[in-house]
Nanobody, 125 residues
Framework: QVQLVESGGGLVQAGGSLRLSCAAS????????MGWFRQAPGKEREFVAA????????RYADSVKGRFTISRDNAKITLYLQMNSLKPEDTAIYFC??????????????????WGQGTQVTVSS
């Protein structure tokens, strides 16, 4: 079992920045990939970014490429998402997830085994 707890969400004006964190506990000895997904009201959950265990392989949705940066600190067992140049369309609940399989971090939600409860990000225009 892996428990994931997100933090760092909030209200920000367009063009601003936020940094989300996701603290992991439980089965932390496993080397797993992690990802961020988001879900806006009335929309399906969508992929945002993912990173492998070492941090050397990252993937981004086209909509956030160049604005968001995913990173992880394995010593602290924490995942981060630095979000810059935020837009109103980035408004959503952001979820972190862990994928216990080893390999290229997946962009598919169904590949992830554990999920956090989410943190709200609201970007005002």
């Amino acid at each position: 079992q892996v428990q994931l707890v997100e933090s760092g969400g909030g209200l920000v004006q367009a063009g601003g920045s936020l940094r989300l964190s996701c603290a992991a506990s439980g089965r932390t000895s496993s080397r797993y990939a992690m990802g961020w997904f988001r879900q806006a009201p009335g929309k399906e959950r969508e992929f945002v970014a993912a990173i492998n265990w070492s941090g050397g392989n990252t993937r981004y949705a086209d909509s956030v490429k160049g604005r968001f940066t995913i990173s992880r600190d394995n010593a602290k067992i924490t995942l981060y998402l630095q979000m810059n140049s935020l837009k109103p369309e980035d408004t959503a609940i952001y979820f972190c997830a862990a994928d216990l399989t080893i390999g290229t971090p997946s962009t598919a939600a169904k590949a992830y085994d554990y999920w956090g409860q989410g943190t709200q990000v609201t970007v005002s225009s």
